[in-house]
């Protein structure tokens, strides 16, 4: 794995906990997929097709 790919998973993280939280920076808030690539500032391609274990983290713990 790159950097490039470790910084995409932390900040994707960092967005999940805010969303979840109910305190995001860069979204409206939903907790949608897009809404979580706007918040950890990258391309919704980068969450469906890289990182698919943490777009469906974050579905699940929504769930919840």
Same mark, same amino acid.
């Given at each position: 794995?790159?950097s490039?790919h470790? /910084? &995409? ?8 906990? @805010? ?6 920076? *860069? ?10 690539? /706007? &918040? ?8 469906? @097709?890289r ?5 469906? *983290?974050?579905c ?5």
């Open positions: 794995m790159t490039e470790i /910084d &995409e998973r932390n900040a994707i993280k960092a967005a999940a906990s @805010r969303l979840l939280a109910g305190t995001p920076l *860069r979204s409206n808030g939903a907790l949608t997929v897009v809404a979580l690539a /706007d &918040e950890a500032g990258v391309k919704r391609h980068v969450l469906t @097709r990182h698919t274990d943490l777009k469906g *983290r974050c699940i713990e929504r769930s919840c």
